[in-house]
């Protein structure tokens, strides 16, 4: 479940804004070889079955025809998303250019997470190796966006006039991608840093682009903004538990599960118990304070940007309003926020520059 940050999923979980851009085309590619489960991604080989060359050509899908398959999906998704409804406050340059930067994020997290054509479902090893394919292909298509031979996928020729027009380096795209390696390969952290140095992949890259869109991308503001990016993904860690757990995952760190003697089959529950309640109050608690941390980075900005990074602090902090409102038990249904909370928390935060 990468892309959290100023955005969740490939968009923003904590605070419910979302957009998909649409994408739809062909990319083509190697693979990479599946990982153990549990150890950090390591460097890319090719896979069978990746529709260009070798036994198992014919009968697997290649990255590229499953990356456009999915890129049609997210496009047609957007319709439901509730993105738009805040891009629309925003001048057109900036909405055009996050809507590139979300459709892209959100087309790398769905070949992350979503059922995949042609893909076994589960966490089979040939499951694995498909989508780790598919991520190579779509990280090709961003190479083409950045040497000039051109990406196939329209999704990707977006991202890369918006990387153009706003100079946006081409690492943070590498590492949403990377992130979304990661968690096929990886699926629990032992502790707080581990989770964090993920963070560092899938949240904080949204965050940088985001400056960079709106110019605004200097040292300071970026160190706050990984905060920010930082706690949004954990909040979003916390109100996803049952959806994270159905995929295979749990970012809630072991020692923190220990410390409350709580244990895994615990987090299949239907509703929370006591000692789950309390693990998630603490990472809530922790996630307000990393949050509070960077919100000054709204006291830096001005028109727009002050606006657009107001609203994901006060989605934030309306996500974790809605956690504790629900006493801590994301596990009997999932806390939203309501958008009148995160409008009052918008205004409040653009007034107060924090």
Not at 18 to 33: I, K, L, S, T, V
Not at 187 to 202: A, G, M, P
Not at 316 to 334: F, Q
């Amino acid at each position: 479940m990468a892309g959290g940050g100023f955005g969740d999923r490939g968009s923003p979980g904590a605070s419910g804004l979302r957009e998909p851009a649409p994408g739809d085309g062909a990319a083509g590619d190697q693979a990479a070889a599946p990982g153990d489960g549990t150890t950090a991604p390591g460097g890319r080989t090719t896979a069978p079955g990746d529709g260009t060359s070798g036994t198992g050509a014919a009968s697997a899908p290649s990255g590229t025809s499953v990356a456009a398959e999915v890129s049609l999906a997210v496009a047609a998704k957007a319709a439901a998303e509730n993105f738009p409804v805040a891009l629309r406050v925003l001048p057109r340059r900036y909405r055009r250019h996050l809507t590139a930067l979300y459709g892209f994020a959100r087309l790398a997290d769905d070949i992350g997470d979503e059922p995949l054509p042609g893909v076994e479902p589960g966490g089979t090893q040939a499951g694995t190796a498909a989508r780790l394919r598919v991520l190579d292909a779509l990280r090709d298509d961003v190479t083409r966006g950045y040497d000039g031979t051109g990406p196939r996928l329209p999704a990707i020729r977006a991202l890369a006039a918006t990387a153009r027009e706003c100079g946006i380096p081409r690492q943070p795209f590498d590492d949403l991608i990377e992130a979304n390696r990661q968690d096929q390969r990886v699926k629990r952290y032992q502790t707080i840093d581990e989770l964090i140095r993920y963070c560092e992949l899938s949240a904080n890259p949204v965050g940088l682009v985001v400056l960079h869109i709106f110019g605004a991308a200097t040292a300071e503001r970026i160190r706050l903004s990984d905060n920010i990016c930082t706690a949004l993904q954990i909040i979003e860690h916390c109100q996803d538990v049952r959806e994270d757990l159905a995929n295979g995952r749990i970012y809630l760190p072991r020692e923190d599960m220990e410390r409350f003697g709580c244990s895994e089959a615990d987090l299949a529950e239907p509703a929370a118990a006591a000692r789950v309640r309390e693990l998630i109050g603490f990472e809530a608690r922790r996630a307000a304070r990393m949050l509070d941390g960077g919100a000054p980075l709204v006291g830096t900005l001005r028109g727009a940007a002050r606006l657009a990074v107001a609203g994901y602090v006060a989605g934030g902090r309306a996500a974790l309003a809605a956690i504790a409102a629900a006493g801590y038990d994301v596990l009997r249904d999932t806390p939203r926020p309501g958008k009148g909370r995160t409008v009052a928390g918008l205004v409040r935060s653009f007034v107060t520059g924090r």
